[in-house]
Structures are given as structure tokens and as C-alpha cells.
Nanobody
Framework: QVQLVESGGASVQAGGSLRLSCAVS????????MGWFRQPPGKEREGVAT???????FYADFVKGRFTISQGNAKNVLYLQMNILKPEDTAMYYC????????????????????????WGQGTQVTVSS
């Protein structure tokens, strides 16, 4: 049973930083995509950043240069370092995972709305005030 548990969400002021974590357990695939997605209030879910097993990352344009996705050494933790936070970053943030082919890339892991991902965490709230 795959379980993803996010943590690290908080309320911060614009310009601040947060690091989200996602603890992963029960995942038995050798190759996979993992990603962070978010759902702002009243809006659809959107892809933030994705990463492939080997570490290739891909970012949505609206977070490039501000957010960094990474994995822990044991690959059982997914991180999202968020810097220069803006009020428009306010959202529920989710981590997600799906199986991937042996030869793949972070860009091919990207999914604008996460529909291809089949394992999800419960979410962690990020609120950025101006």
C-alpha cells in the first residue's frame, strides 16, 4: 500500500520561504515519477514540479527560479523548497506519484493537472499574505 504524507505547510508573508516534505512508503517500483501539485482556492489543480527517479526535474513556468524539487538520499522523501513566495502561491499542496518507464525524464513526468498520477497525499496548506 503506497502512502504519501505531506508536511511543512504554514502561513508566511510574501517574500518568505517554506520547505514542504512528503514521506513516501510502500512504493515498490524501481522507476517512477513524483511531483508536487497545488489547488488554489476556487481554482483547478495545477502541476508545480515533477521529478523522475534519476533526479531529472521539471517546473511550471510560474515557479521557475523560485521553487526546487528534490528527493532525499533514500528516495523515500520528496521535498519542495519554496522561496520568494507570493500571495498567488496560496494553495493546498499535494505530492503524488506514478510508475514510469525505465528510460524517462522529469519533463515527461510533468502533468499540468495531475490526472496521470494515481497515488496522492492528503495535502498541506500554504498561505502567503501580502
Amino acid at each position: 500500500q503506497v502512502q504519501l504524507v505531506e508536511s511543512g505547510g504554514a502561513s508566511v508573508q510574501a517574500g518568505g520561504s517554506l520547505r514542504l516534505s512528503c514521506a513516501v512508503s510502500g512504493y515498490t517500483y524501481n522507476t517512477y515519477c513524483m511531483g508536487w501539485f497545488r489547488q488554489p482556492p476556487g481554482k483547478e489543480r495545477e502541476g508545480v514540479a515533477t521529478i523522475y527517479t534519476s533526479g531529472g526535474a521539471f517546473y511550471a513556468d510560474f515557479v521557475k527560479g523560485r521553487f526546487t524539487i528534490s528527493q532525499g538520499n533514500a528516495k523515500n522523501v520528496l521535498y519542495l523548497q519554496m522561496n520568494i513566495l507570493k500571495p498567488e502561491d496560496t494553495a493546498m499542496y499535494y505530492c503524488a506519484a506514478r510508475r514510469a518507464p525505465n528510460i524517462y525524464s522529469g519533463s515527461r513526468c510533468y502533468d499540468p493537472d495531475g490526472r496521470s498520477y494515481n497515488y496522492w497525499g492528503q495535502g498541506t496548506q500554504v498561505t502567503v499574505s501580502s
